[in-house]
């Protein structure tokens, strides 16, 4: 395979892909499994193209927002941009409930929040210290605990922005 090559010449390679993917295809599915900042180089090896073909999708996915670049780092890098897929949900969110459904998920959420805040005697879970409980079963349940009360902290973003998103006709702010 030459440097140039969009798709690699093994059919072993080729095989982890559905047949008929495109380059830009394996590129975006590869940019929305990244947990941190990833050089293009490790990118075009997981998407089985040329470090090239990566880099040239890599930006046209920066230019979209669904990707964020480093240039400063030495080869560049590219993570995911969370906020992409935040904005994603919430449009799901929205096409599929009505206003009035978003608001009374999100008062559920809210009161789920405040009966962490009250259990944990704090408004932030990051500040819980987990590790201090004592056994092992209780470190286990409030770890639990704080991952479901981060989780609910990220859906009441997510349905407040889907509420915006819904009373404004897919816009953020009154267009």
């Not at 072993?12 to 940019?31: K, L």
């Not at 997981?46 to 920066?62: E, F, G, I, M, V």
């Not at 919430?90 to 459904?101: D, K, N, P, Q, R």
């Not at 704090?122 to 819980?128: E, F």
């Amino acid at each position: 395979m030459s440097e140039f090559d969009p798709v690699p010449e093994s059919s072993s390679e080729r095989s982890r892909w559905q047949e008929g993917t495109d380059t830009f295809g394996r590129i975006y599915d590869v940019v929305l499994g990244l947990t941190s900042p990833t050089a293009y180089t490790d990118i075009a090896a997981l998407a089985d193209c040329s470090p090239n073909a990566a880099k040239k999708h890599l930006d046209r996915l920066t230019a979209m927002g669904i990707a964020r670049t480093n240039r400063e780092s030495r080869p560049v890098t590219y993570e995911r941009n969370d906020g992409y897929l935040e904005w994603q949900d919430a449009s799901h969110i929205a096409s599929e409930l009505s206003v009035e459904a978003i608001i009374d998920r999100v008062a559920t959420l809210e009161e789920r929040r405040s009966e962490y805040e009250k259990e944990f005697d704090t408004a932030d879970p990051d500040t819980v210290a987990v590790y201090e409980a004592g056994d092992h079963e209780t470190i286990h349940d409030r770890m639990e605990a704080v991952n479901e009360w981060k989780g609910v902290i990220r859906d009441i973003r997510l349905y407040e922005l889907a509420r915006q998103l819904s009373e404004n006709d897919g816009h953020l702010i009154p267009a």
